[in-house]
């Protein structure tokens, strides 16, 4: 359906983010051009849309089109709106009497309509001393009628005014909303500071705008923002903190698409050194919020370790009790672990698989519990369990009895505004923090989560060194433990099941950059099929037959790359056609170039704390609606998550997923491809991850040669820190 109009009068709001100015809302439908719409007419229809004010007086036409949503059924989607000014007297009277005006009531509104008619509006913009001569109005009637007139004609002339250039209503309405009065300014002065104040507005969409307008390749203002631009990109491309002087110059002469003198370049260094938007320290360029999120997890955790150590003479027997209560013994390690949890505000507990660190934690939550005489609900008052992603703190939950939450959610991270609303000014009151996968958390992560926590709360970073770094910047976990300045619990001595596990075998052999080739089949938990890259996928077709009626949540395929042909792509269209075969009763919906049907496995892949569910959740398919609206359910272990065409790229298939997205699971069969097409993908800490998502069956298919090659590579990750050397050395 194309782009239709209607007009009429907005009637109500429903919801509206004041930030954005996202607003859903009822409307009057007078007219539109189209037939659908005819039953609307003189009737309310809902609409969606950005506003930057709607009022019950005006009448506006919107633009869109008519779509259903799954909570407020039919409505219509607006992209675009005009607000029309009053013609008739009537309108104009009302208009004039709506408060909007102060001090123009019903009597002084009608005697201006009366003598200047129609033309109104027009005269008291254009001509207001003209109002004198209208008995009863005074002179400050008239600068209240003509400077609000103005400002209210001017709001909806910026957001035509940002709309021309090149902006969307959406992008229009965030500048408009951040910038008000001082909008054209911003755009004319240098219009890359919108990149720096609105976090959904990025700089290729500014740039493009900018030089449509006319600006120099080599502006000044143009250099800066795209240095920005490269050291932002960078980081989370790359992981490194920081940059040389050579690095960024040499991504600038790309991103600007031109040739630009070194003095030209020092000149926008200096200019924003001096603006604090980078910092220099010993030939190292910082973001400068890269920077402070460094010094600040530094100077944080530095201050925690110093705190006195405490003492009590309860611990002992209280720990014996914990050992009789869960008829369990703590190895030497384990106990240091769970004495020094008490004993001090910052603690790293450390280990690979097998080595108790979940059973460390429930030891440690009911110590605290006892120790302070807690019921089991003062204690969730007191303490909050955390973890990076959705899945790894339900099993946080599920080994502690507890309730455990994403970082995300215990810091109320809005989405619509990126901004975490447990923060700074806002912290919150608990007084310890276990953070389990620790390898996975970034700086600005990290740092966020110490701005929402008191100075004085205690923490415990639990993980595993070896893992894959964060998918953000930094590799927070290594180089904390790296620097030997902090307390430290190393988990080395294995369970009894550990002991008795290739897969763990294979593990530490993984760590240790060798494999012994002779755990290999030798046990049904560990098997390596060699194989010709041409066949690898053959071969795992015909080991998932044997697990098609698994539940999904226990059988996984990891791999390291989406495309080539043994891609997470191609795995997952073969692997459909085993678990999830054609079947007439299944309704199905190709999105691109891929099919769905109803029982798929599928992986989310964004964060949508409104609906809970989260980057790396899996789920299965439950129904798929193509007519008379496109509609998608999505099972994720009972939390039902309804899509619609526009969020159809947050989730893909799952029989196959990236070992990146499998941080944080545990599956009990886990086939593995491994090949060289791989090439860059295979280095140690990639393969290690993959490795130890897998608690009972583990099959490695394809070639030994790119295994060992992985397993010798620890290069392919490294990354440019200084948290490490600003424990070490302090910070300059």
Same mark, same amino acid.
Request: charged share 25%; aromatic share 10%.
């Given at each position: 359906?194309?782009?239709?109009?209607?007009?009429?009068?907005?009637?109500?709001?429903?919801?509206?983010?004041?930030?954005?100015?996202?607003?859903i809302?009822?409307?009057?439908?007078?007219?539109t051009?189209?037939?659908?719409?005819?039953?609307?007419?003189?009737?309310?229809?809902?609409?969606?849309?950005?506003?930057?004010?709607?009022?019950?007086?005006?009448?506006?036409?919107?633009?869109?089109n008519?779509?259903?949503?799954?909570?407020?059924?039919?409505?219509?989607?607006?992209t675009?709106y005009?607000?029309?000014?009053?013609?008739?007297?009537?309108?104009?009277?009302e208009?004039?009497?709506?408060?909007?005006?102060k001090?123009?009531?019903?009597?002084?509104?009608?005697?201006?309509?009366?003598?200047l008619?129609?033309?109104?509006?027009?005269?008291?913009?254009?001509?207001?001393?003209?109002?004198?001569?209208?008995?009863?109005?005074?002179?400050?009637n008239?600068?209240?009628?003509?400077?609000?007139?103005?400002?209210?004609?001017s709001?909806?002339?910026?957001?035509?005014?940002?709309?021309?250039?090149?902006?969307?209503?959406?992008?229009?309405?965030?500048?408009?909303?951040?910038?008000?009065?001082?909008?054209?300014?911003?755009?004319?002065?240098?219009?890359?500071?919108?990149?720096?104040?609105?976090?959904?507005?990025n700089?290729?969409?500014?740039?493009m705008?900018?030089?449509?307008? &006319?600006?120099?390749?080599?502006?000044i203002?143009?250099?800066?923002?795209?240095?920005?631009?490269?050291?932002?990109?960078v980081?989370?491309?790359?992981?490194?903190?920081?940059?040389?002087?050579?690095?960024?110059?040499?991504?600038?002469?790309?991103?600007?698409?031109?040739?630009?003198?070194?003095?030209?370049?020092?000149?926008?260094?200096?200019?924003?050194?001096?603006?604090?938007?980078?910092?220099?320290?010993?030939?190292?360029?910082?973001?400068?919020?890269?920077y402070?999120?460094?010094?600040?997890?530094v100077?944080?955790?530095?201050?925690l370790?110093?705190?006195?150590?405490?003492?009590?003479?309860?611990?002992?027997?209280?720990?014996?009790?914990?050992?009789?209560?869960?008829?369990?013994?703590?190895?030497?390690?384990?106990?240091?672990?769970?004495?020094?949890?008490?004993?001090?505000?910052?603690?790293?507990?450390?280990?690979?698989?097998?080595?108790?660190?979940?059973?460390?934690?429930?030891?440690?939550?009911?110590?605290?519990?006892?120790?302070?005489?807690?019921?089991?609900?003062?204690?969730?008052?007191?303490?909050?369990?955390?973890?990076?992603?959705?899945?790894a703190?339900?099993?946080?939950?599920?080994?502690?009895?507890?309730?455990?939450?994403?970082?995300?959610?215990?810091?109320?991270?809005?989405?619509?505004?990126?901004v975490?609303?447990?923060?700074?000014?806002?912290?919150?009151?608990?007084?310890?923090?276990?953070?389990?996968?620790?390898?996975?958390v970034?700086?600005?992560?990290?740092?966020?989560?110490?701005?929402?926590?008191?100075?004085?709360?205690?923490?415990?970073?639990?993980?595993?060194?070896?893992?894959?770094?964060?998918?953000?910047?930094?590799?927070?976990?290594?180089?904390?433990?790296d620097?030997?300045?902090?307390?430290?619990?190393?988990?080395?001595k294995?369970?009894?099941?550990?002991?008795?596990?290739?897969?763990?075998?294979l593990?530490?052999?993984?760590?240790?950059?060798?494999?012994?080739?002779?755990?290999?089949?030798?046990?049904?938990?560990?098997?390596?099929?060699?194989?010709?890259?041409?066949?690898?996928?053959?071969?795992?077709?015909?080991?998932?037959?044997?697990?098609?009626?698994?539940?999904?949540?226990?059988?996984?395929?990891?791999?390291?790359?989406?495309?080539?042909?043994?891609?997470?792509?191609?795995?997952?269209?073969?692997?459909q056609?085993?678990?999830?075969?054609?079947?007439?009763?299944?309704?199905?919906?190709?999105?691109?170039?891929?099919?769905?049907?109803?029982?798929?496995k599928?992986?989310?892949?964004t964060?949508?704390?409104?609906?809970?569910?989260?980057?790396?959740?899996? &789920?299965l398919i439950?129904?798929?609606?193509s007519?008379?609206?496109?509609?998608?359910?999505?099972?994720?272990?009972?939390?039902?998550?309804?899509?619609?065409?526009?969020?159809?790229?947050?989730?893909?298939?799952?029989?196959?997923?990236?070992?990146?997205?499998?941080q &944080?699971?545990?599956?009990?069969?886990?086939?593995?491809?491994?090949?060289?097409?791989?090439?860059?993908?295979?280095?140690?800490?990639?393969?290690?991850?993959?490795?130890?998502?897998?608690?009972?069956?583990?099959?490695?298919?394809?070639?030994?040669?790119?295994?060992?090659?992985?397993?010798?590579?620890?290069?392919?990750?490294?990354?440019?820190?200084?948290?490490?050397?600003?424990?070490?050395?302090?910070?300059?």
């Amino acid at each position: 359906m194309g782009e239709v109009s209607i007009k009429g009068k907005y009637t109500k709001t429903i919801f509206q983010n004041s930030s954005t100015g996202y607003t859903i809302g009822l409307f009057k439908v007078h007219d539109t051009n189209s037939e659908k719409l005819a039953d609307y007419l003189n009737r309310t229809i809902t609409f969606t849309g950005y506003f930057h004010e709607l009022n019950e007086i005006d009448t506006y036409i919107l633009f869109g089109n008519l779509v259903q949503h799954e909570k407020y059924g039919e409505q219509f989607n607006v992209t675009s709106y005009e607000r029309c000014r009053p013609e008739e007297k009537n309108a104009i009277l009302e208009f004039l009497t709506s408060g909007l005006f102060k001090g123009i009531g019903e009597k002084k509104a009608k005697a201006i309509v009366d003598v200047l008619g129609k033309d109104t509006l027009k005269i008291i913009l254009e001509n207001p001393d003209n109002l004198i001569l209208i008995p009863g109005i005074s002179k400050s009637n008239i600068d209240i009628l003509h400077n609000k007139l103005k400002e209210y004609e001017s709001s909806y002339e910026i957001i035509l005014f940002l709309n021309n250039l090149g902006f969307s209503t959406k992008d229009a309405m965030l500048i408009y909303n951040h910038y008000k009065a001082k909008t054209r300014n911003i755009i004319d002065e240098d219009i890359y500071q919108i990149i720096d104040d609105i976090s959904d507005i990025n700089y290729k969409k500014v740039d493009m705008i900018a030089l449509n307008k &006319g600006i120099a390749k080599d502006d000044i203002i143009r250099v800066r923002a795209a240095i920005l631009y490269i050291m932002d990109e960078v980081s989370n491309t790359f992981g490194h903190s920081y940059y040389s002087y050579e690095e960024i110059y040499s991504y600038l002469v790309r991103v600007l698409g031109k040739s630009i003198t070194y003095t030209d370049y020092d000149k926008a260094l200096l200019s924003l050194q001096k603006d604090s938007k980078i910092i220099v320290k010993d030939d190292k360029y910082y973001l400068k919020s890269l920077y402070d999120a460094e010094t600040l997890i530094v100077k944080r955790l530095r201050l925690l370790a110093n705190n006195p150590i405490r003492e009590d003479e309860r611990v002992d027997s209280l720990i014996n009790d914990l050992e009789e209560f869960y008829q369990i013994r703590y190895n030497s390690e384990q106990l240091l672990a769970i004495k020094n949890s008490f004993k001090r505000d910052f603690l790293i507990i450390t280990g690979g698989p097998g080595t108790g660190k979940t059973t460390i934690m429930r030891g440690i939550t009911e110590l605290y519990r006892q120790i302070n005489k807690l019921s089991y609900e003062k204690l969730q008052e007191k303490i909050a369990l955390l973890a990076p992603t959705g899945r790894a703190a339900k099993r946080m939950s599920e080994t502690t009895l507890l309730s455990a939450s994403t970082i995300h959610r215990f810091l109320k991270w809005q989405k619509e505004t990126n901004v975490f609303q447990v923060n700074e000014y806002n912290k919150s009151k608990v007084e310890l923090v276990i953070l389990d996968e620790a390898s996975m958390v970034d700086t600005y992560l990290m740092s966020s989560l110490l701005k929402g926590i008191s100075a004085n709360c205690a923490i415990i970073l639990v993980g595993d060194d070896n893992q894959l770094p964060s998918v953000g910047p930094g590799q927070l976990l290594h180089d904390l433990i790296d620097s030997n300045k902090l307390p430290v619990v190393k988990l080395e001595k294995l369970y009894r099941q550990g002991v008795d596990s290739n897969i763990i075998s294979l593990a530490y052999d993984i760590r240790n950059s060798s494999i012994d080739e002779s755990i290999f089949n030798e046990k049904d938990d560990l098997t390596f099929i060699k194989c010709d890259s041409n066949d690898v996928l053959a071969n795992i077709k015909e080991i998932a037959e044997a697990y098609k009626d698994y539940s999904y949540k226990d059988f996984q395929i990891l791999a390291p790359m989406y495309k080539t042909v043994i891609g997470i792509d191609e795995i997952n269209k073969s692997l459909q056609d085993v678990f999830n075969p054609k079947d007439k009763l299944k309704k199905e919906i190709r999105i691109g170039d891929v099919l769905f049907r109803e029982g798929d496995k599928v992986i989310q892949l964004t964060n949508m704390p409104d609906l809970n569910v989260y980057n790396g959740d899996i &789920g299965l398919i439950s129904k798929i609606q193509s007519s008379p609206k496109k509609e998608i359910e999505i099972d994720f272990d009972s939390n039902i998550v309804r899509y619609t065409p526009a969020n159809f790229i947050n989730f893909r298939l799952a029989y196959a997923i990236s070992i990146h997205k499998s941080q &944080g699971s545990e599956f009990d069969v886990v086939i593995m491809p491994m090949v060289r097409n791989y090439n860059k993908m295979l280095y140690q800490k990639l393969v290690y991850t993959g490795v130890t998502r897998c608690k009972k069956n583990l099959y490695i298919v394809g070639d030994l040669e790119a295994l060992k090659q992985a397993v010798k590579n620890k290069n392919a990750d490294l990354r440019r820190t200084t948290i490490k050397d600003f424990l070490i050395n302090g910070i300059k």
